[in-house]
């Protein structure tokens, strides 16, 4: 017979501790923001994050139109949740709080090459992506086709991205930022707190949320200035909402990210 090991008893013990009473009858009224509304929220703690000047950005995964504009490419698996989380007037809400609180953003885009259409093996989503043109730019050092572009911003964020202040780092090239130079811009720039947008939330948002966490980073998810493929059967928000409000130190709605940037700028932290 096995006798558990030190560690197996702790995770039983943490298992046991989810199960309590104490924990499982924890008041109804204990909510958290869920697209348009509360839902209940789960025995976890919430760490939370008290915003410090000059050490927090907003950092925004993929606000581009072939997710967020009607005729993307990905409109038609994603629109539905972009509609019910206001996800476009979310995140334009986020860029103008952001740039009148001084608070630095940082852009985290997606774009395909000539050269990774050459790959020679690909996840599901990749082969999707590639199949269907999404984010493709007709190379790493021209704009020639890009503007109006799916890999273009939407139109309306345009003013906050190319202000010459917002730092756009290099292309992610599946869904984490692993391949590219966020981390090291952030670090560059000071930055120890993120607050965390963009699309899409269980491949690219997520993905940057762990890898963020894994770089030592405070990272709070503004959930509904996200959102996800629905698929039948298969709902990606609500599996990146479970992970979000498992690993993040907090999960806000867009009005309280507001609230708490406001606070930054008005210095009442």
Same mark, same amino acid.
């Given at each position: 017979m096995n006798t558990p090991t030190a560690r197996t008893l702790a995770a039983m013990a943490s298992l046991a501790w989810l199960a309590s009473p104490a924990i499982s009858q924890t008041p109804a009224a204990t909510t958290i923001h869920y697209i348009q509304g509360p839902r209940a929220d789960a025995p976890l703690p919430r760490p939370g994050?008290?915003?410090?000047?000059?050490?927090? +950005?907003?950092?925004?995964t993929d606000p581009q139109n072939d997710f967020l504009h009607p005729k993307?490419?990905? =409109?038609?698996?994603? $629109?539905?949740?972009v509609t019910e989380n206001r996800t476009i007037e979310n995140l334009e809400s986020l860029f103008?709080?952001?740039?009148? +609180?001084a608070i630095p953003v940082f852009i985290?885009?997606?774009?395909?090459?000539?050269?990774?259409?050459? =790959?020679?093996?690909? $996840?599901a989503l990749e082969a999707l992506m590639h199949k269907i043109g999404m984010f493709d730019r007709k190379g790493?050092?021209?704009t020639d086709g890009f503007t109006g572009s799916g890999a273009d911003w939407l139109d309306r964020y345009k003013p906050y991205i190319n202000d010459g202040k917002t730092v756009v780092s290099s292309p992610h090239?599946?869904?984490?930022?692993?391949?590219?130079?966020?981390?090291?811009?952030?670090?560059?720039?000071?930055i120890d707190q993120v607050i965390l947008a963009g699309m899409s939330a269980n491949l690219c948002t997520e993905s940057h949320l762990r890898e963020l966490l894994e770089q030592g980073l405070e990272v709070v998810v503004a959930a509904d200035a996200s959102a996800?493929?629905?698929?039948?059967?298969?709902?990606?928000?609500?599996?990146?909402?479970?992970?979000?409000?498992m690993l993040a130190s907090d999960v806000w709605s867009t009005v309280e990210a507001l609230d708490r940037m406001k606070s930054v700028r008005a210095g009442k932290l």
């Open positions: 994050m008290i915003l410090k000047p000059g050490r927090v +950005a907003l950092v925004v993307g490419v990905a =409109w038609g698996v994603v $629109g539905k949740s103008q709080t952001a740039k009148a +609180a985290s885009p997606h774009y395909y090459y000539q050269q990774d259409h050459q =790959w020679k093996f690909e $996840g790493s050092l021209t090239k599946l869904y984490g930022p692993e391949s590219n130079d966020l981390v090291l811009q952030l670090r560059k720039a000071g996800a493929a629905k698929l039948p059967g298969y709902d990606g928000y609500e599996a990146a909402f479970v992970n979000f409000r």
